[in-house]
């Protein structure tokens, strides 16, 4: 990607995620990272595609802390309840939630590249918690990967609003997956 690229990137997320995405035109992205429109269709071919980049920037990151966060753990126990704790820091600076929650909600239309790349950023998660929770050995790691998905988008859901649901669904998570991996007898 060029500079202008990048810039333009850069002030769609910041407008898309603030803003919404079906809120905030081309225009006003072209003015925020002083390009014309012209390079920004040069570059992206249409706002449909710039969403894309913009999703797809925020799940490389989100990915890359993920992993972090799973690689630090002490224990495959722990590594199971790791994006609990990379989406405590994430939160740190995304305060109003989920950005493919947010699209997902703005852009129904499953044929739309942005739907795709938030749907597969979930899928993701998923599929992650129950890698994780298959290592750690618990009993049906498909059934809490399903469980800990729900609380982590829960957790993400609730971010906005004046209640920190966090520490509470990152509690209820190491609960599940200590009774998941606790001997049956």
Not at 1 to 5: D, H, K, L, S
């Given at each position: 990607?060029?500079?202008?690229?990048h810039r333009?990137?850069?002030?769609?997320?910041?407008?898309f995620y603030n803003r919404g995405i079906t809120a905030v035109g081309v225009d006003l992205i072209a003015e925020r990272s002083?390009?014309?429109?012209?390079?920004?269709?040069?570059?992206?071919?249409s706002k449909d595609h710039l969403v894309a980049a913009y999703l797809t920037g925020r799940d490389q990151r989100w990915r890359s802390l993920v992993r972090a966060a799973v690689d630090?753990?002490?224990?495959?126990?722990?590594?199971?309840?790791?994006?609990?704790?990379a989406l405590r820091t994430w939160s740190q600076t995304n305060t109003r939630g989920c950005a493919f929650i947010n699209a997902l909600a703005e852009l129904p239309d499953p044929s739309h590249p942005a739907y795709r790349i938030a749907e597969n950023q979930k899928l993701w998660l998923l599929d992650l918690f129950e890698e994780l929770a298959a290592r750690a050995g618990c009993?049906?790691?498909a059934t809490l990967a399903t469980q800990l998905l729900v609380l982590h988008e829960g957790a993400l859901a609730t971010q906005p609003l004046s209640l920190d649901s966090l520490p509470a669904s990152t509690d209820l998570a190491r609960a599940l997956v200590q009774a998941g991996t606790s001997p049956r007898g």
């Open positions: 990607m060029t500079p202008a690229g333009i990137v850069a002030a769609a997320e910041e407008l002083g390009v014309t429109k012209r390079t920004l269709y040069n570059q992206f071919g630090a753990a002490d224990t495959p126990a722990e590594a199971v309840t790791a994006p609990f704790e009993s049906s790691p």
